[in-house]
């Protein structure tokens, strides 16, 4: 039920989307860490994000259990979606993405995490 709903928000949200307004044309900087470790969870994917709420920066913490593809975007208040990672490849492991939005006003963004056939989705608010 929840997980319709926050579809359904999405994709209101990206409707009528201009690919050319980007944020503003502010970007999201990111880095990514990955550590191997193949005596992990039987879970194909954990995800927590932290801290949530946050003033400039958060970090998205992946656990995968296998070999895996990652892709990552954002939806702002708006609507306007920005792609962070595009197919990042790791081993069986840990994932930390660390996102800056210094220059990003406050409010709620969305954050999908494509592992795989695997959809997740989680809100983060960058507090003021």
Same mark, same amino acid.
């Given at each position: 039920?929840?997980?319709?709903?926050?579809?359904?928000?999405?994709?209101?949200?990206?409707?009528?989307?201009?690919?050319?307004?980007?944020?503003?044309?502010? *970007?999201?900087? #990111?880095?990514?860490?990955?550590?191997?470790?193949?005596?992990?969870?039987?879970?194909?994917?954990?995800?927590?994000? #932290?801290?949530?709420?946050?003033?400039?920066?958060?970090?998205?913490?992946?656990?995968?259990? *296998? *070999?895996?593809?990652?892709?990552?975007?954002?939806?702002?208040?708006?609507?306007?979606? *920005?792609?962070?990672?595009?197919? #990042?490849?790791?081993?069986?492991?840990?994932?930390?993405?660390?996102?800056?939005?210094?220059?990003?006003?406050?409010?709620? #963004?969305?954050?999908?995490?494509?592992?795989?056939?695997?959809?997740?989705?989680?809100?983060?608010?960058?507090?003021?």
């Amino acid at each position: 039920m929840i997980r319709t709903l926050i579809v359904a928000i999405l994709t209101a949200l990206t409707i009528g989307c201009n690919k050319n307004d980007n944020f503003n044309n502010e *970007q999201i900087t #990111y880095s990514i860490s990955a550590s191997s470790n193949t005596n992990i969870t039987d879970k194909p994917l954990l995800i927590q994000a #932290y801290p949530n709420p946050f003033s400039s920066r958060v970090n998205v913490d992946l656990v995968v259990n *296998q *070999q895996s593809e990652i892709s990552v975007s954002v939806s702002g208040k708006r609507g306007f979606l *920005q792609k962070i990672i595009d197919k #990042y490849e790791t081993g069986p492991g840990y994932v930390n993405i660390r996102m800056d939005f210094t220059d990003f006003e406050p409010g709620v #963004y969305l954050c999908e995490i494509v592992v795989n056939d695997i959809v997740e989705r989680i809100e983060l608010l960058k507090a003021m």
